[in-house]
């Protein structure tokens, strides 16, 4: 019985340290309530419901911080899409279009964006399939003389005035 009653002495001492000391006191009391999970700890209580009312204040303004920032996101993406359809004439389909291509082409700026697609909506002025000139002389006044003589006398012609503007 002498083992028993100096492990008892032992363990009521070293329980005695661990709640006397600041930076063991409160794990100590944890390890007590963990055990005991009915034992009464106002310790303990308390600050386990100050923590929990102050977590669901903290869940509360988070999810208030989070619906405004979707607001505000929410409203500048109506300002910018209204804004497109004003200033390039697009109608819903098309807005839908440029937000497709702002992901697809990963472009952040409505603007940007409406441009883009405008150009590349635009239909390019077509290329003629046949290139004329117009010769500085009529043909009619070329007619019974060579052709190849007159238009080395043209480049010789060309070249002397060339030369004498220098």
Do not use: C
């Not at 009312?53 to 988070?62: F, L, V, Y």
């Amino acid at each position: 019985m002498t083992d028993d009653a100096d492990l008892n002495e032992d363990l009521g001492s070293l329980a005695k340290s661990l709640a006397s000391n600041p930076d063991t006191r409160k794990d100590f009391l944890r390890l007590m309530k963990k055990a005991r999970p009915n034992l009464p700890i106002p310790e303990l209580d308390v600050e386990d419901q100050i923590t929990a009312s102050r977590q669901q204040d903290i869940d509360r303004i988070n999810k208030l911080e989070e619906q405004l920032a979707n607001r505000d996101i929410e409203g500048r993406i109506s300002t910018s899409r209204k804004t497109i359809k004003e200033k390039y004439r697009l109608n819903d389909t098309q807005v839908e279009e440029v937000e497709a291509m702002m992901t697809a082409k990963r472009i952040g700026d409505y603007d940007s964006a409406a441009r883009l697609y405008q150009m590349e909506q635009e239909v390019a002025a077509p290329t003629p399939a046949a290139v004329t000139f117009d010769l500085p002389v009529k043909a009619d006044e070329l007619k019974g003389t060579n052709i190849n003589n007159w238009a080395k006398n043209e480049a010789y012609k060309t070249l002397r005035e060339m030369r004498g503007s220098r």
